[in-house]
């Protein structure tokens, strides 16, 4: 199998109504696949690894060059990153549009499934967002603490009720738009998102739980609110593809602690 011949098998499913960011960032789309790693962010550690590892090809969720489109800039850090890229050979695409647009959304699936969080998943009117109608109750600090343990994710966020319980659970995992909008939809108990604009979310959620709503924000980090989605996939395409060796790559939390040695 070819490179391209899996990323157009990835993209069967779905429906992506406008320019799909889902391309070939580097590297021959004709490559013959033996060796494929599949990663959140191509970060320069990821891009070693994979070499190290003998990648053919990186599946990546998000941007490699800082841009939705990759649309490289002109200083040294991109200049340098694009040399390492190039010197690999891999061929990097993302997976990322076609990923959150199938029947069910991938990333999504993987994060309740990592998370061992059952009920009814319903679409929302915005891309990537949806509600969780779960057959538990949580208060957000039990919700965040799960997310620590199963997901192993450091220093969660919340805003707004530390301890109302609710079973009306938005997820918003990554940065999608319309998170907002969701966060005051009365009935929306927690809203879980990757990252937040603490102006307006975090604030909205610490004024309506002080006026006596159940209203809380929980924020993951970005990379720890979608990487279980990227997990599964590299999963379901080993079952798929016996003949190619498929890896999982951490790309790790993007920001570090003063706690950490
Ligand atoms: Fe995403
Ligand atoms: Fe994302």
Known sequence: MKAFELLDELKVGGTVRHETCDTFKAGNPETELKRVAVCMTATVDVIKKAKEWGADALIVHEPTYYD?????????????????????????????????????????????????????VEPTPHFGSYILRGTETFSAVELAERMEKMLGIRHIRIAGSRDKKTNKIALCFGSPAGVYEILTDESVGIVITGEACEWKLAEYARDADLLGFTKSLIVMGHIPSERDGMKLLAQRLQEKHEDIAFAYIESEEVYTYTDET
Not at 74 to 92: H, N
């Open 68 to 120: 939705h489109m990759d649309v490289k800039g002109s200083d040294r850090v991109t200049a340098l990153k694009e040399k390492l890229i190039c010197e690999s050979g891999i061929a990097i695409f993302r997976y990322h549009d076609y990923m959150h647009a199938r029947d069910v959304d991938q990333i999504t699936e993987g994060e309740l499934h990592f998370l061992g969080l059952t009920g009814e």
